[in-house]
């Protein structure tokens, strides 16, 4: 059976602050909760539009040199985008190849993307980054006890 819930963080975990996904996934995988999948992945590709199939809702998680510290959310929307056809996608491209495979839209997905800074080969987590996780996990906490029907775009 499909758990209704996934969180998929991407990023290498060998780049520093890139690995704010993985962590964040790591971290909320150790809850222990049944109605809940996580996935890791270096990135994003064409197949993970098989893992949306039978979702009541999804958060892509990823760092990010240009969101808002300590994290933004944002819902997302299927799209073809340069990435379509590229080894790395986006989220929205993801989306758009359910809706291609499967002639209807994907469940309700979201974006949680976690400042990051330092994103060099061989770095540990910077220290900012660490805080800028620990916010976003308190923040999912609370995604996590919503019903789907609250993540709706208003």
Not at 26 to 51: K, M
Not at 86 to 98: D, W
């Amino acid at each position: 059976m499909t758990a209704p819930i996934l969180i998929f963080g991407w990023g290498n975990p060998s780049r520093g602050d890139d690995a704010l996904g993985p962590l964040f996934v790591e971290r909320v995988a150790a809850l222990g909760l049944e109605e809940l999948e996580c996935l890791t992945d270096f990135q994003l590709q064409v197949e993970h539009a098989l893992d949306l199939q039978d979702r009541q809702r999804v958060l892509f998680v990823d760092a990010s040199l240009t969101a808002q510290a300590p994290f933004e959310h944002r819902p997302l929307q299927p799209a073809r985008d340069a990435s379509f056809s590229s080894h790395a996608m986006t989220p929205e491209a993801v989306m758009q190849v359910y809706a291609d495979l499967h002639g209807k839209v994907p469940p309700p997905c979201e974006l949680l993307a976690i400042r990051g800074e330092c994103f060099k080969l061989g770095e540990p987590l910077s220290p900012r980054a660490a805080e800028h996780l620990e916010a976003a996990l308190a923040w999912a906490i609370g995604w996590l006890g919503r019903p789907a029907s609250a993540d709706s775009p208003k």
